[in-house]
C-alpha cells in the first residue's frame, strides 16, 4: 500500500503500548495526533526525534495535540527506549507491522547495495475528526519535532 495523504482518513488502529496495555487511534477522537513511524528504539536518528517529541509534549498538549510513536520494535524493548532517554511520548508495538502496512510506511529500502524492508521514517497530523491533515516523508531527524509543531499551530 502506498503512503497515505492528506484528506485520508487516518486508518485506526489498536496495539500493545509502552508500559502495558493498549493505545488505538480512536481513544483520542476529539483531539489532533501527531502519528510518527520510525524504524528503531535506541538508534540515532529514532533517539533524537523520540527527545525531542517528548521535549515537546507540554506544547503539543496545549494545542490539544497526542504524540505517538510507533516501530516494529517490542514492548520490551519500547519500555527500555522509554527508561533509558526519558521519554514522554506514548510508542506503539507494531511487531506484526498490520498498521505499518496500512499507513503505507513499511517499504523496501537499501543498504550497501542490500535490499530490504524496513520502516520509511514519516509523520502524520491527523486532525480531531481522524482525517490526515498533513504528511512529512523521507523525514530527517534533527528538528522534525519543532516543524511538526509549527504545523500544528497553524492548522489552529
Known amino acids: ?13 489498536t496495539l500493545p503500548r509502552d508500559g502495558g496495555g493498549t493505545v488505538s487511534l480512536s481513544d483520542f477522537s476529539g483531539k489532533n495526533v501527531v502519528l510518527y513511524f520510525y524504524p528503531k528504539d535506541n538508534t540515532t ?26 516501530s516494529p520494535d517490542t514492548v520490551k ?14 510508542l506503539a508495538s507494531d511487531t ?3 498498521v505499518l502496512e496500512a499507513y503505507g510506511v513499511w517499504q ?25 491533515r498533513h504528511t512529512w516523508t523521507n523525514v530527517k531527524a534533527k528538528g522534525h519535532a519543532e516543524a511538526v509543531l509549527e504545523e500544528v499551530k497553524n492548522q489552529g
Not at 113 to 132: C, E, F, H, P, S
Request: proline content about 2%; charged content about 25%; glycine content about 10%.
Open 1 to 13: 500500500m502506498s503512503e497515505l495523504n492528506p484528506g485520508d482518513k487516518a486508518p485506526d488502529f
Open 108 to 132: 523496501e529500502k537499501s543498504m550497501y547495495g542490500r535490499q530490504y524492508m524496513g520502516v520509511a521514517r514519516t509523520t502524520y497530523l491527523i486532525g480531531k475528526d481522524g482525517v490526515i
Open 45 to 70: 536518528g529514532c533517539t533524537i526525534e523520540a527527545v525531542d517529541f517528548s521535549g515537546l509534549a507540554d506544547a503539543f498538549a496545549k494545542l490539544d495535540t497526542v504524540v505517538i510513536g510507533m
Open 77 to 90: 524493548s519500547h519500555d527500555n527506549f522509554v527508561k533509558k532517554q526519558n521519554l514522554s511520548v506514548i
Open 96 to 98: 506484526e507491522k498490520s
